[in-house]
């Protein structure tokens, strides 16, 4: 027989209670017991949930109360010294490494986090050092699985696997000039044997061991240390199933096919063409092959059709009892259950399929490669066919106009009238901003009254006139406050988005949005992904009003603000049936009619934000080149549509740009300001190692916490950057938006940012 399986299920409970509940311990409202109880109320909920659907391999352990990663870090005793020796419960040093605690005479800073390979959650980067001292503090795996037991479920537990959980870490700060993280594999593999040992003698089957980066370049090299890491692991866990995700193994499946586990897990939603080659590679071997054919990144229904073919060719080769039909990764990055979806229509409901309709389809392909005539699979067989060819009618009345405008997409279209030196000139004369212009990257603070504000209108409490007239009040607020305080480059503040996504795409057609359809991104925090069901296009201007409006207020610059196409596209949840590239482009043209109205409405400078850019960069290198091309073209797309005078911008943030700066200077946008002061001296040696030719702002102080950058402090971040950058090219800026931040240290923060700049101006003359 066939079996089925799940890779994880989401942790944050259909009503987001996790969130609520970890959010009521941390405000004192809830005791360490509570959480407790709260969370296995979720837990359970899951394991019967999935379990009811038929699902074989049901995961556990994989649930997490901030960062799975972080769970591993936290049993492993991979605690940094900062956190230690503060009075603090276990619980709490957990919750202090993942956002910091400042309470109780206790003040420590949040651990790094980086995202999680190519998607949009965050994990808890593990500190690793030479002194490093793994021990065993609690096995999560062995409580959970018997929580699980209890709640009547045996399950198959998640663990993430040595190899990927050395890599994911870093360096600490004590570490030796030159020290590798996987150097430790020797001194933590004792501590996976205790962990996978005691999972065995209470009774585990199987146990999921997680290996994702062997889906990256970088594990082509370490041949070795998987090899004597699964060899010593192997004769004392129960069985592995040892799991990639995201992408292919390419050439690593000639050491993977080796490894001496009893299963191997591959995803075929991401990369269905390794298929062939892994059949032939865990042939020989005995090794069960589960197929992840049911998309754990992506929300529409699978198409079983499509996914029986695979599927039998799986079975045909190594025959039922070796092939496990799974979700491709684990659900923790879908929704919850479309069941909690009310105002979806009934032909939009038949297109989707969030985790718990996932366990179902896990189940009933399984069940479907087994040969099974049970009516409950043939009737959900041909209910799937009937949704499928439904959703390809509907694909399929795409907007012509819209196809046929990207079709005739002309490279003339990409480029501005003319090069960046020459609209250099123009735009001096044109905006007249001072050396050093001052900007901030366009949210003010989100306050309270606005959040209200959005919510009555949402209510019908207010009418939409009242709700437009303090909407303009808080621009002329904002207005009036920069120029108070001396900025140059102004903005209107953002005070009508709800969110930078979210807004767009409630404006443009061709989005669907959910009630209820939160995926993590990081510890408590949950967004909810717009969906992209048809061709995108705008029937009209989207935030024209409100800049004009800004610019009617003052004789200073406004500058017009704008999500870009691959932010927008990467923050969404994507066709399936069309290219990335197509929907990115859909986009651009969308906004580039927007940023040629913005221009006939009397703005001078726009900005585009592409904070997401780098994330959507492909997890092999091979794949880089047409990803950043399309992107590139993309933004170049929406922006090139303006006159030589019309400065754009474009804004950066959140990762590590080093590896694709020389695509940043490709967008040539006339202005770039990207999030620095966090990691200052790395980003400037990016400068220095490949230059950069268009005007800059590396953002002055950190937003992410409400402290006052001081005026000295700033002026040494421009001193250092001004020894890398010339003086004619720099704009001064915070690193991001100020929505999260309140307006006292907003003003204290920007009286001291104009400070530094005057003083550039006159030191640097
Ligand atoms: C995550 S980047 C945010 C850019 C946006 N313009 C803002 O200021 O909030
Ligand atoms: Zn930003």
């Known amino acids: 027989m066939v079996s089925s399986s799940v890779l994880g299920f989401p942790r944050i409970g259909a009503n987001r209670e996790v969130k609520k509940a970890v959010e009521a311990y941390w405000a004192g409202k809830l005791t360490a017991d509570e959480l407790t109880k709260a969370a296995l109320e979720v837990k359970k909920t899951s394991w019967t949930s999935v379990k009811s659907k038929g699902v074989d391999f049901v995961p556990s352990g994989e649930f997490s109360l901030y960062d799975h990663v972080l769970d591993h870090s936290a049993a492993f005793n991979v605690v940094p010294k900062r956190y230690v020796g503060q009075g603090l419960s276990p619980l709490d040093v957990y919750f202090a490494m993942g956002r910091g605690r400042q309470a109780d005479g206790v003040d420590v800073p949040a651990s790094e986090m980086k995202k999680w390979f190519d998607s949009n959650y965050h994990y808890v980067v593990p500190e690793l050092s030479e002194e490093t001292d793994f021990k065993l503090l609690f096995n999560k795996a062995v409580e959970e699985f018997k929580e699980a037991k209890d709640a009547g479920v045996t399950t198959r537990p998640v663990v993430l696997g040595p190899v990927s959980f050395l890599v994911l870490g870093k360096a600490s700060k004590d570490a030796k000039p030159g020290f590798q993280?996987?150097?430790?594999?020797?001194?933590l593999i004792p501590?996976?044997?205790?962990?996978?040992?005691?999972?065995?003698?209470?009774?585990?089957?199987?146990?999921?061991?997680?290996?994702?980066?062997?889906?990256?370049?970088?594990?082509?090299?370490?041949?070795?240390?998987?090899t004597s890491a699964y060899e010593e692991l192997v004769p004392v866990a129960p069985k592995i199933m040892l799991t990639t995700y995201f992408s292919r193994l390419d050439s690593n499946l000639t050491y993977v096919a080796k490894l001496p586990v009893a299963g191997l897990h591959i995803d075929l939603d991401r990369a269905p063409g390794q298929l062939d080659e892994v059949i032939a590679a865990v042939k020989p071997n005995n090794t069960v092959l589960s197929l992840g054919l049911v998309s754990g990144r992506n929300i529409w229904k699978t198409d079983f059709e499509a996914a029986l073919k695979l599927g039998q060719k799986a079975v045909d080769a190594l025959g039922q009892d070796r092939v496990v039909v799974a979700t491709s990764s684990s659900l923790l990055h879908t929704p919850v259950t479309l069941a909690s979806e009310n105002k979806l229509t009934a032909e939009q409901k038949d297109w989707f399929s969030f985790a718990l309709e996932k366990a179902s389809e896990v189940a009933v392909l399984a069940a479907a490669l087994s040969g099974s005539?049970?009516?409950?699979?043939?009737?959900?067989?041909?209910?799937?066919?009937?949704?499928?060819?439904?959703?390809?009618?509907f694909e399929s009345t795409s907007d012509d106009s819209v196809r046929k405008r990207v079709a005739?997409?002309?490279?003339?279209?990409?480029?501005?009238?003319?090069?960046?030196?020459?609209?250099k000139e123009i735009q001096a004369k044109h905006l007249n901003l001072p050396k050093f212009p001052t900007t901030t990257i366009g949210s003010f603070p989100q306050t309270k009254e606005i959040r209200q504000a959005r919510a009555k209108l949402g209510k019908g409490e207010?009418?939409?006139?009242?709700?437009?007239?303090?909407?303009?009040?808080?621009?002329?607020?904002?207005?009036?406050?920069?120029?108070?305080?001396?900025?140059?480059?102004?903005?209107?503040?953002?005070?009508?988005?709800?969110?930078?996504?979210?807004?767009?795409?409630?404006?443009?057609?061709?989005?669907?949005?959910?009630?209820?359809?939160?995926?993590?991104?990081?510890?408590?925090?949950?967004?909810?992904?717009?969906?992209?069901?048809?061709?995108?296009?705008?029937?009209?201007?989207?935030?024209?009003?409100?800049?004009?409006?800004?610019?009617?207020?003052t004789k200073k610059p406004?500058?017009?603000?704008?999500?870009?196409?691959?932010?927008?596209?990467?923050?969404?949840?994507?066709?399936?049936?069309?290219?990335?590239?197509?929907?990115?482009?859909?986009l651009a043209l969308a906004l580039r009619d927007e940023v040629v109205d913005l221009e006939k409405g009397g703005i001078q400078a726009i900005q585009v934000d592409e904070p997401a850019i780098r994330e959507g960069l492909p997890l092999r290198r091979a794949d880089w080149d047409a990803y950043l091309t399309w992107?590139?073209?993309?933004?170049?797309?929406?922006?090139?549509?303006?006159?030589?005078?019309?400065?754009?911008?474009?804004?950066?943030?959140?990762?590590?740009?080093?590896?694709?700066?020389?695509?940043?200077?490709?967008?040539?946008?006339?202005?770039?300001?990207?999030?620095?002061?966090?990691?200052?001296?790395?980003?400037?040696?990016?400068?220095?190692?490949?230059?950069?030719?268009?005007?800059?702002?590396?953002?002055?102080?950190?937003?992410?916490?409400?402290r006052v950058p001081g005026e000295q402090e700033i002026k040494d971040r421009l001193k250092s950057m001004l020894d890398i950058l010339p003086d004619s090219l720099l704009f001064v800026n915070p690193?991001?938006?100020?929505?999260?931040?309140?307006?006292?240290?907003?003003?204290?923060?920007?009286?001291?940012?104009?400070?530094?700049?005057?003083?550039a101006r006159q030191n640097y003359a």
């Open 181 to 187: 993280p996987v150097s430790l594999l020797p001194k």
């Open 191 to 226: 501590v996976y044997k205790n962990l996978l040992g005691d999972l065995k003698a209470a009774g585990a089957e199987w146990v999921q061991v997680d290996e994702p980066i062997l889906v990256q370049d970088k594990s082509a090299t370490l041949e070795k240390e998987f």
């Open 373 to 393: 005539t049970d009516a409950a699979v043939t009737s959900a067989l041909e209910a799937n066919k009937t949704s499928i060819a439904k959703r390809r009618e």
């Open 408 to 423: 005739a997409i002309t490279p003339d279209m990409l480029d501005r009238k003319s090069p960046f030196a020459v609209r």
């Open 462 to 553: 207010i009418t939409k006139e009242q709700y437009e007239e303090f909407i303009k009040k808080e621009i002329e607020a904002v207005v009036r406050f920069q120029e108070k305080v001396g900025l140059d480059l102004l903005v209107h503040g953002e005070p009508e988005r709800n969110d930078m996504v979210q807004y767009f795409g409630e404006l443009l057609h061709g989005f669907v949005f959910t009630q209820n359809a939160w995926v993590q991104s990081y510890g408590s925090r949950y967004v909810r992904p717009p969906i992209i069901v048809s061709d995108v296009s705008r029937s009209g201007p989207m935030t024209v009003q409100w800049s004009s409006y800004a610019q009617s207020l």
């Open 558 to 586: 406004m500058k017009g603000m704008l999500t870009g196409p691959v932010t927008i596209l990467n923050w969404s949840f994507p066709r399936a049936d069309i290219s990335r590239e197509l929907q990115s482009k859909q």
């Open 631 to 706: 992107a590139v073209d993309s933004f170049k797309l929406a922006t090139a549509g303006v006159t030589d005078q019309l400065q754009t911008h474009s804004h950066f943030c959140y990762s590590d740009f080093d590896d694709i700066f020389p695509s940043i200077q490709r967008l040539d946008a006339d202005v770039i300001s990207i999030e620095a002061s966090k990691s200052d001296m790395k980003l400037l040696n990016t400068f220095k190692h490949y230059g950069y030719s268009n005007q800059i702002g590396p953002g002055v102080y950190d937003i992410h916490s409400p």
């Open 735 to 759: 690193d991001c938006g100020l929505k999260t931040r309140g307006w006292t240290e907003t003003e204290a923060s920007l009286t001291n940012v104009v400070a530094a700049a005057r003083w």
